[in-house]
């Protein structure tokens, strides 16, 4: 019985030519909303629906090839726009090489799921987690038969394991891999694509390079270590390409896709730790640039975030139990021009719906600690949104117009005594405030990245941010 493997390894960073085929308008008719399993205690004939539920569209039609196969390219050359998200969960009763049976299961050419290996969007482990509260009886009748306690004391791939610590979920790294029976799946058929990658010129946005680590001048609109889906289309990938680098460079820390400047990017697993260690420790110190719709004042500025790990990031002035403190200080705060229309557009720019376009403020800002979208929603939370900020500047625009829309904004302490269903309303209304994601790019920098060492001082910046 084959066990899979734990560990990830090193992915090579060669592109293979065939990738590069042209692109094709696949379409898939295989149901977003269903999963196959082909248990052996099962008939054949027996197939039953996923464990979670996503987006999709009846209506695409399948063309056949000569295999059986839909007809298809490659995930390479990018596309322009993404296809709908799917993600099909399945579980394996069987011992079989993982990509033969996506292919079969799924109706996916062999090396279009070949691709999705590649690109980190298939993953694996070696229990079924537990299904959501969504679930069917006959989903929850399928989970209990696969993780009972009889079956699972069987499977000596996880002795010495917890159930929880089997659930953990790993990526599948080659296409050879094989799985054990009862080993659960996941593939993200449709992986997040980032076509701003191959627009830039990597080798220009370097910064330093070192024996220990690389900095880069990350491009607004790309991803420094990637998605759970897709790893390929990062920076890290992207960099190391440029370098020609033996080994990817590693992830030390992350700024938003939308935001651009200096990222440290470790070239040893040890650097890496290091690194890390520095970061917990409060040694690395980072200086932004934020081009704001409206003027702040110099000083700390000092919010609570929810402990919720989704965006939009929701921010209180008023400390609340549980809720992590963000803390910044505006060093300087001047008044600029607004971008005109060519440069928003050439930076890819999203108008926003901000009124008053005649000047912009650019300030200085020491971030003191770091929270995913901290500066982001603590200027929006002052009424001083970044340009560009397609996910927070409407909600700001909003509370102008309707100040108590805001359940944790100023002077709203009715909050705090609603009755829980009225507060939980309140709260999704206010994040249906909020918009999407930024496309691209906004008004942020990460300008400067400074810490030290036995080497002494490292300090680096960031070159012209896209506004100047």
């Known amino acids: 019985m084959a066990s899979p493997a734990l560990t990830t390894g090193y992915r090579n960073l060669t592109v293979p030519i065939s990738l590069l085929r042209t692109l094709a308008s696949t379409r898939f008719t295989t149901p977003l909303l269903h999963y196959k399993h082909t248990p052996r205690s099962l008939s054949s004939s027996r197939r039953l629906t996923c464990l979670s539920s996503l987006q999709t569209d009846s209506t695409n039609q399948t063309t056949l090839s000569s295999s059986g196969y839909p007809e298809y390219n490659r995930l390479l050359p990018c596309p322009a726009h993404n296809f709908p998200p799917r993600i099909e969960h399945m579980v394996v009763l069987e011992d079989v090489r993982v990509a033969d049976y996506i292919s079969k299961e799924l109706n996916l050419p062999p090396l279009y799921v070949a691709d999705l290996i590649e690109f980190g969007a298939v993953h694996y482990a070696l229990v079924c987690p537990k299904p959501p509260l969504t679930a069917t009886p006959e989903q929850v009748k399928l989970f209990k038969e696969v993780t009972s306690p009889l079956v699972l004391s069987k499977r000596t791939s996880i002795k010495g394991k917890t159930v929880r610590e089997a659930q953990k979920t790993f990526r599948v790294t080659h296409a050879n891999q094989y799985v054990e029976a009862g080993t659960y799946l996941r593939v993200h058929v449709h992986p997040k694509r980032s076509p701003r990658c191959y627009e830039i010129d990597w080798k220009s946005r370097v910064i330093a390079v070192t024996d220990s680590y690389v900095v880069l001048d990350k491009p607004a609109g790309t991803t420094v270590g990637g998605t759970t889906d897709n790893i390929e289309e990062s920076c890290a990938t992207f960099a190391s390409r440029a370098l020609a680098l033996a080994e990817p460079l590693k992830t030390t820390h992350q700024i938003d896709n939308c935001t651009e400047g200096c990222v440290i990017f470790a070239r040893t697993k040890e650097y890496c730790s290091v690194f890390h260690t520095k970061i917990r420790n409060k040694e690395v110190k980072k ?26 990031r929701l921010v209180s002035e008023d400390s609340i139990k549980g809720w992590h403190l963000c803390q910044l200080e505006i060093l300087e705060c001047k008044k600029i021009h607004w971008p005109d229309a060519a440069t928003e557009k050439e930076h890819g720019i999203e108008d926003c719906g901000w009124t008053s376009r005649d000047f912009a403020y650019e300030c200085t800002i020491n971030l003191l600690t770091g929270k995913t979208h901290q500066i982001r929603a603590q200027l929006a939370a002052c009424g001083a949104p970044l340009v560009g900020d397609s996910m927070y500047m409407p909600a700001a625009i909003a509370e102008t117009v309707n100040p108590g829309i805001n359940p944790y904004g100023k002077g709203n302490e009715h909050c705090t005594i609603l009755e829980e269903n009225d507060k939980e309303t309140a709260v999704a209304e206010w994040i249906d405030r909020h918009g999407k ?17 036995g080497d002494g001082e490292h300090f680096y910046e960031a070159g012209t941010p896209w506004w100047r």
């Open 287 to 312: 200086l932004y640039r934020a081009l704001a719709a409206a003027p702040l004042p110099c000083g700390i500025i000092s919010h609570y975030m929810r402990p919720v790990n989704m965006a939009p």
């Open 437 to 453: 994601e930024p496309k691209v790019g906004i008004g942020l920098q990460a300008c400067q990245i400074s810490w030290e060492d």
